[in-house]
Each structure stands twice: as C-alpha cells, then as structure tokens.
C-alpha cells in the first residue's frame, strides 16, 4: 500500500471455496474479510468442521491500515511452509483486514518442503483471485459543536464536501458526529474553525 495514501485494498466478502490439487492431496483454500483478530478461531473451527478429514489448516491474517499487524499459522507443517506462503500472496494482492486458510487432505504422497510451499502458495492465490477485492477510503471521525444559529452553515460545508453524518444530538445546542476523508481531514476542520462559534473536535477512538 502507499504511503501516505488514505486509499486501502480489501475484499467485500468471503471467497467461494477453490479446490487445488498436488499429487492426489487436496488443498482447499478461502478467504474471508475481518475486523478483529477475535473472529480468527470461529472461522478456523468452521472450516475444520466442513473438512473434517483434512490433517491441516493452515492460514494467515493482516489487519490495519496506516499500521498492520499479522500471523501466520502452519497447523502443524513444518516451519514457514504453509502460513508464510499464505501471508505471501496477501502481501502479493496488497490486502488488508483479511483471513486466508488452506486446509490440506493428505494424499498419500509426501511433497517435500517445496512442494507445500508451492501448493499452500497456490491455494492461497487462487483463493484471493476468487474473491472480490474493492477499496475502501479511510476516515477519522470528528465531533462538531455550535448553536441553531449556524446549522444552515454548517450543512452547507457538509453537503459541499460530501461528509458523512455518522449522529446527531439536537437539544440546546447542536452536536454533530462525523466522518472525513483522511486526505482531507486538515482542510475541512480549517473550514469549521473558520466559522468562530463551530467547535471541532477529533474522536481518537471511535470505538470508545
């Protein structure tokens, strides 16, 4: 991803399932969108679940955007044969806030260390090139504060740079919670401050 940009690479939703085949094993590869490392261990257990004879699931993640942060599981396989070559195609196709697993049923012939590599690789590619991957805009969010008297103000700056109203409180005075492009983060707040009485203020967490 670029730096700087406020611009990131995703997918919309999980992946139809794609079956790759390496000397009679089976390498079932999906991929998922995530918010949080929590939904990890469901979606792994489903999918033990659907391939109950597979001996292996194996998978990477990455989440975040301005600063990510990764995992890459081998279930069992040896070292850096399986989940790192999954990770690899995630870097590859420039996602993010993304689970990628391939689970592995044993067919009888032993690959090799380049072999799994390959194969965990492969099913992990065409996995991603079954999804939908689609870009999403960053935003940081910002809390506005004025009187009825500048509402029609306001709105005007707010249809004018297509801002998102995420809520708002309306009793003696106004309060606005929303949301701006990254990019123009700066610019925008600039405009309200410039009105004297709109008091703006960034939400550092929105999640809080």
Same mark, same amino acid.
């Given at each position: 991803?670029?730096?700087?940009?406020?611009?990131?690479?995703?997918?919309?939703?999980?992946?139809?399932?794609?079956?790759?085949?390496?000397?009679?094993?089976?390498?079932?590869?999906?991929?998922?969108?995530?918010?949080?490392?929590?939904?990890?261990?469901?979606?792994?257990?489903?999918?033990?679940?659907?391939?109950?004879?597979?001996?292996?699931?194996?998978?990477?993640?990455?989440?975040?955007?301005?600063?990510?942060?990764?995992?890459?599981?081998?279930?069992?396989?040896?070292?850096?044969?399986?989940?790192?070559?999954?990770?690899? *195609?995630?870097?590859? &196709?420039?996602?993010?806030?993304?689970?990628?697993? $391939?689970? /592995? %049923?044993?067919?009888?012939?032993? #690959?090799?260390?380049?072999?799994?590599?390959?194969?965990?690789?492969?099913?992990?590619?065409?996995?991603?090139?079954?999804?939908?991957?689609?870009?999403?805009?960053?935003?940081? *969010?910002?809390?506005? &504060?004025?009187?009825?008297?500048?509402?029609?103000? $306001?709105? /005007? %700056?707010?249809?004018?740079?297509? #801002?998102?109203?995420?809520?708002?409180?309306?009793?003696?005075?106004?309060?606005?919670?929303?949301?701006?492009?990254?990019?123009?983060?700066?610019?925008?707040?600039?405009?309200?401050?410039?009105?004297?009485?709109?008091?703006?203020?960034?939400?550092?967490?929105?999640?809080?």
């Amino acid at each position: 991803m670029e730096e700087f940009s406020d611009i990131y690479r995703t997918i919309s939703k999980p992946s139809e399932v794609i079956l790759f085949k390496e000397k009679k094993s089976k390498f079932y590869g999906y991929a998922f969108p995530i918010k949080s490392e929590d939904e990890v261990k469901n979606i792994i257990e489903t999918i033990r679940k659907k391939h109950h004879t597979a001996g292996h699931v194996c998978y990477a993640w990455q989440l975040g955007t301005e600063e990510t942060r990764y995992r890459a599981n081998d279930d069992g396989e040896p070292n850096n044969s399986a989940g790192l070559p999954i990770y690899g *195609q995630i870097q590859a &196709f420039e996602v993010t806030n993304v689970l990628v697993a $391939v689970a /592995r %049923i044993f067919g009888g012939t032993k #690959l090799g260390i380049g072999g799994l590599i390959a194969a965990y690789r492969n099913g992990a590619r065409m996995a991603l090139e079954e999804s939908k991957i689609i870009k999403k805009v960053l935003k940081r *969010q910002f809390k506005l &504060f004025f009187g009825y008297e500048d509402m029609d103000k $306001v709105m /005007r %700056i707010m249809k004018q740079r297509g #801002l998102e109203l995420i809520s708002q409180q309306l009793e003696l005075d106004c309060q606005f919670t929303v949301a701006i492009r990254k990019s123009e983060a700066r610019k925008i707040t600039n405009y309200f401050e410039g009105l004297h009485k709109v008091i703006i203020k960034e939400i550092l967490d929105p999640n809080n």
